[in-house]
């Protein structure tokens, strides 16, 4: 039986459910409270309730069950917006909330499970039977643009040019405060957090070298839009980039935490907004946005007051 354990430096408002939920992201909340009623998650060693609130000094420990064999993930009929496809290559615009591909806690309802029943051919094409295509991911919570191979060739390809930074990735995020200068680059190598092992971090010794470059769109009150550029695709770069240098994504319980003067976000303001990459077969110049959808566009005019 795997365990996960979590010693808390501070106390949250977040119900135990939310929260755990919330630091394992791989984890849905359902699952989350299925292990509570189970018995299978202690607090300081004994069994908690879902309701509870940790506090700083809480060991939080989750038993895991062992998990069955991998099996092949399976096609669903599921809503998908794509914005471009053909025999080697798709691009989709995914929503907040889907995750990219079946994982513990995560089954079925991915985007793998929509692609596979929109183009099956997708998982005779010798990728990964896991995740075949994804060729880079987008958290639970962000939405926008991803990239997704059809082909082996096309695959390989794509892969060889995130590893080259041939693809141009720029995303909408709102910060909290206002960011000065308008213009400028956060370089600082990410790695595990040591002392949170789910989460990610600046770390001084060990870290991968990571750059994020970000141009203000707009000055609101308490907050920025930003345009942000990876120019290296860590795990969680954008959140920890921003959080680092004092100006978390609005909406982020991870990294981030609630700014009183602000609105409660649905959900942490993160949009991947643009791609600009070659074809992988032909070279050609492909250039991509997606909207901002409605809940952030929501968001941003309750900042505003109207």
């Not at 590893?163 to 405060?177: D, F, P």
């Not at 213009?183 to 957090?193: F, L, Q, T």
Request: glycine share 8%; hydrophobic share 40%; aromatic share 4%.
């Amino acid at each position: 039986m795997a365990e996960r354990v979590l010693r808390l430096d501070e106390s949250t408002s977040e119900r135990l459910d939310r929260y755990l939920a919330q630091r394992f992201p791989d984890l849905s909340r359902s699952l989350v409270q299925k292990l509570i009623r189970e018995g299978a998650v202690l607090v300081n060693g004994a069994p908690a309730k879902g309701s509870y609130h940790p506090r700083a000094g809480d060991v939080l420990l989750v038993r895991l069950p062992e998990q069955a064999p991998a099996t092949l993930p399976l096609p669903e009929e599921l809503p998908l917006r794509i914005l471009y496809e053909d025999e080697h290559l798709l691009v989709v615009d995914k929503p907040a909330g889907m995750v990219v591909h079946p994982a513990p806690g995560h089954p079925q309802g991915t985007l793998v499970n929509a692609l596979l029943a929109h183009r099956p051919d997708i998982l005779r094409a010798d990728l990964d039977p896991q995740r075949p295509g994804i060729v880079h991911r987008l958290d639970r919570d962000t939405s926008g643009l991803l990239l997704v191979a059809a082909t082996r060739e096309a695959q390989e390809a794509m892969q060889k040019a995130f590893a080259t930074r041939k693809v141009a990735k720029t995303y909408l995020a709102l910060v909290q405060g206002h960011l000065v200068p308008e213009r400028g680059a956060i370089e600082a190598p990410i790695g595990r957090d040591p002392c949170h092992r789910q989460r990610m971090a600046v770390v001084p010794q060990g870290g991968r070298y990571a750059r994020t470059e970000y141009r203000v769109r707009l000055y609101l009150p308490g907050c920025t839009l930003v345009e942000a550029k990876l120019l290296t695709g860590r795990t969680h770069q954008l959140r920890v980039h921003f959080s680092a240098i004092g100006h978390p994504v609005v909406g982020d319980r991870v990294y981030g935490g609630r700014r009183a003067s602000l609105p409660e976000a649905p959900r942490q303001f993160l949009h991947a907004w643009r791609l600009v990459l070659a074809h992988p077969m032909t070279g050609i110049p492909l250039r991509f946005t997606a909207k901002l959808p409605q809940d952030l566009r929501a968001y941003l005019a309750k900042v505003r007051g109207e």
